[in-house]
């Protein structure tokens, strides 16, 4: 059964820090991986998605990796900004399941 | 582009009525799915419909359903509401599932009284 674990679950960092988010997956025939983020009381919006044959995703300040071997997934912010407050979630698909095994999130604070 | 469209946004319903989710996906996104969303839980997968047929189901009691439309719109009904019903229900769509990641929309909160 897949497991997917989000470490820290709450992180709190001055502004212009760099910072990694960590996701681990038990299965490593995973198919995509995707990260998200969630504004308090709002629905997911889509930040990377890492498909099966693609090890890393970058967009602006953000860079995803993906290592199957290790079961591991990393988000990295660089120059973090109190705009980045929110839950981060990342989210594993085995092939042909059609579905998604998210993680807990990392809640992250920036602070001004 | 219009991004993936739930209705309504909030509902409170009491114990044992029943109630209807609406999900517009994407223009030309065959694939809807369907999560639920409560804080001790939290993110768990309901179902998936590509044109119209279920290919995945998770593990919920059968007073969850859902369906999809030829014009891909969605929609999922809870059967005899109990209070832990309660959660943001989302939906997402993709072109395809799989290889091309998945869209949110806003969600919708049901609240069981």
């Known amino acids: 059964k897949q497991e997917v674990t989000q470490i820290p679950a709450a992180l709190s960092v001055p502004e212009g820090e760099n910072l990694v988010l960590n996701c681990s997956f038990t299965?490593?025939?995973?198919?995509?991986l995707q990260w998200f983020r969630q504004d308090p009381g709002k629905g997911l919006t889509s930040l990377l998605l890492?498909?099966?044959?693609?090890r890393e995703q970058t967009s602006g300040r953000l860079n995803a990796s993906l290592d199957k071997s290790s079961g591991r997934s990393t988000l990295y912010i660089a120059a973090s900004q109190p705009g980045d407050s929110a839950t981060y979630l990342c989210?594993?698909?085995?092939?042909?399941?059609?579905?998604?095994?998210f993680g807990t999130g990392t809640r992250l604070k920036v602070l001004a | 582009k219009a991004g993936v469209t739930q209705t309504p946004r909030y509902l409170i319903k009491t114990r044992g009525q029943q109630v209807t989710l609406s999900c517009s996906p994407i223009?030309?996104?065959?694939?809807v799915s369907w999560y639920q969303q409560t804080p001790g839980q939290g993110l768990q997968f309901l179902f998936e419909?590509?044109?119209?047929?279920?290919?995945n189901k998770g593990n919920f009691p059968g007073r969850f359903s859902g369906r999809q439309f030829s014009n891909s719109r969605s929609e999922m009904n809870v059967s005899t509401l109990e209070l832990g019903d309660s959660a943001l229900y989302l939906c997402?769509?993709?072109?395809?599932?799989?290889?091309?990641?998945?869209?949110f929309g806003s969600g919708t909160r049901l609240t069981v009284v």
């Open positions: 223009s030309g996104h065959r694939s």
């Open positions: 419909y590509f044109s119209e047929t279920q290919r």
């Open positions: 997402a769509s993709s072109l395809e599932g799989q290889d091309y990641g998945y869209t």
């Open positions: 890492i498909q099966s044959s693609q």
């Open positions: 989210a594993a698909e085995l092939s042909g399941t059609y579905k998604y095994i």
């Open positions: 299965d490593s025939a995973i198919y995509n």
